[in-house]
Structures are given as C-alpha cells and as structure tokens.
C-alpha cells in the first residue's frame, strides 16, 4: 500500500494529482481483502489499466486506486484457437503470443497502449473493429468480492463502452481466434501499426477525448470548428488528429477540461452536435464537463 502516489506517473497523458492511497493486489485474495477494507472504511476506489484513456483531477483522487499489475493477473494460456488471459495483460503482449501461434482476429488492437481488462471496459478497438466481437466468456469479481463469468453474447457492448462493468473488476477474458500462418499476421499488425503512426500524435495523450457522433467523426468536426494546434496552457489540440488532445509540456488536468469545455459548447452551437467525452474522468466531477 502507498499512500499519496502520483497518477500523471499512471497515465499515459502524464497528468494528474496524487490517489491517497494505492494498492496492488498480489493475487483475487488480496484483491477480496482490498474491496472488504474500501467496504469497512467507507473508501471509494478505482481500478486503473494503463491508464491510456484516463483523465485524473489535478487534486487528485480522494480515495483508493487499484492496479492489477503482479504477475499472477498477467497470465496467459492458450488452448488450440482460443486465449485465456489475465485482466493486467499487456494488450501489446496478447498480440504477440497471438502472432507466436497463429492466432488472428485481434490485430487491430495493434499500438493500442492498454490492458486486457481496461480494454474490454472501454469496448477498445480501431478500423471498425472492437475488442468484445473477439470475445467468448469474462471472469469478474463484483465490490462484495464474489467472483462470476458472464458470456459476452449477455454483456451488450457499446460503442466505446461495456458498462455491464462499471463497479466491478474484471479477473481475465477468454478469446476466440481464426488460424493464420504467423507470417500473415505479422503483415496486418505492421499494417494497423503503420496507420496508428501515421495518423496520430507523438506526444503524452489519453487517446481520442471524445466519442464519434453519428453524422460525423469528432476529429473531423474539431478541425472543421477552428480548434487544431489551439492550446489552454500546457494542453493542445492535436495538429495530427484533432480528437486528440496531448500534454505539450507541463498540462494540468484544468488545461485539458478547459480545451474541451470549448470545443463542446463550439460544436452545439455551430452545429448541434453534443460531444460526449471517451475518455474516463477520474477526481472530476462530469458537470465541469458536460455542463457548457
């Protein structure tokens, strides 16, 4: 346990203030054990990924942040085309093994810098692809600490979203693959790898801020709006793809929610269009957002 930990340190925007405490549970024991004691004290707690689409306070988080980063939550079976994996895996490393035994349907996952669990919380994908077409079943523990599989034909997925999660941890997924020569799949992920690069920005971000309306793809609409390369402190909007919003150097939270105070109540008045933020607030409260 530590106490006053850091989250820009967690996040990949490299923004945000300190959690009061921080837990990394070393296997579902201690993990039960962590949940019983937010339980006990009143504690309001967090799960955290890789933090690759999250936004946390400049204050901070006034509570309890989990991560399941010991060994025991990263692990991986695979058994003729399906693939057992550990909520913490890597994202990067479940391709890899993937690759290693001809196993494709998820190469569009490809640079995506998250984990197993945050992604299928997230409804995670690309190129019209989502993470939770690839699924078969999802091992969760709920905040009593009783743990239960669901299939994913019951859990409705949405775009950008799989809130059948929300207030409950995810242990591990199991997959379901195609078979392909290695060789084949190496090719694609290359592929989604070399259109990642080339179509979004370099610096710290949290990923694409805001989910795509129906009529029109968010980044699009943001350039149309007047908002690409405009900064509020050390926050900017992407000059590459203008639904990324990236840390310049020295951003605070404040920054960022301020960037897309603007380019909501922009896009509502010029347009009608209510952007609703993709990526997850954490120590803030949605009102500062939404409410334009």
Known sequence: VHENEYLKNHTTIRIGGPAALWVAPCNEQDLVETLKFCDDEKIDWFLIGNGSNLLVADGGFDGLVIKLSSSYFSQIRVDDDRMRCGAGTSLKRV????????LSGLEFVAGI???????????????GCDICQRLDTVRFMESNGKVYTIKAKDLKPEYRDCSFFRGKIILEAEFIFERLEPDQIKSKVQEFIRKRLASQPKEPSAGCV????????????IEQL???GVKVGGAKVSEIHANFIVNSGNALAGDVLELMRRIMSKAKIEHGIELKPEIELLGVDSCEVICV
């Open 95 to 102: 391709l890899s093994q993937a690759c290693a035994h001809g």
């Open 113 to 127: 810098p998250g984990t197993v669990g945050g992604a299928i919380r997230m409804n995670a994908g690309a190129m």
């Open 210 to 221: 805001f989910k795509n309306p129906k009529t029109i793809p968010a980044g699009r609409l």
């Open 226 to 228: 007047g908002f690409k």
